[in-house]
């Protein structure tokens, strides 16, 4: 069956870094784009990035732009988000979700996604 599993949350300081992993199974990886999004306690879902199915194309939040790179290795089926200089709003549980397309196309529409993971915590704080 089709899994994601995220790991790589944890507890930081601010100005700190930490790497995030989806692993995922049970499908081709290579035939999907993947997100990450993020919930804050008491806030809505937000998208954070988006990678295409060949990892050519990749968007991301105005929020994290300049911080958080996403990328991904069909070869180990697994998508990464590599998150610096996080901040104490960086705080959430990060999900990462199968795109039914192969495009980052209107990523942020919840509509767009069929699989998710069940989440890994981040927590930014000194």
């Known amino acids: 069956q089709v899994q994601l599993v995220e790991s790589g949350g944890g507890l930081v300081q601010p100005g700190g870094s930490l790497r995030l992993s989806c692993a995922a199974s049970?499908?081709?990886?290579?035939?999907?784009?993947i997100s990450w999004f993020r919930q804050a306690p008491g806030k809505a879902r937000e998208g954070v990035s988006c990678?295409?199915?060949?990892?050519?194309?990749?968007t991301a939040a105005d929020s994290v732009k300049a911080r958080f790179t996403i990328s991904r290795d069909n070869a180990k089926n697994t998508v990464y988000l590599q998150m610096n200089s996080l901040k104490p709003e960086d705080t959430a549980v990060y999900f990462c979700?199968?795109?039914?397309?192969?495009?980052?196309?209107?990523?942020?529409?919840?509509?767009?996604?069929?699989?998710w993971g069940q989440g890994t915590q981040v927590t930014v704080s000194s």
């Open positions: 049970g499908f081709a990886l290579d035939n999907y784009a």
């Open positions: 979700a199968r795109n039914k397309y192969q495009s980052c196309l209107w990523w942020m529409s919840s509509s767009r996604y069929d699989y």
């Open positions: 990678i295409s199915n060949n990892g050519g194309s990749t």
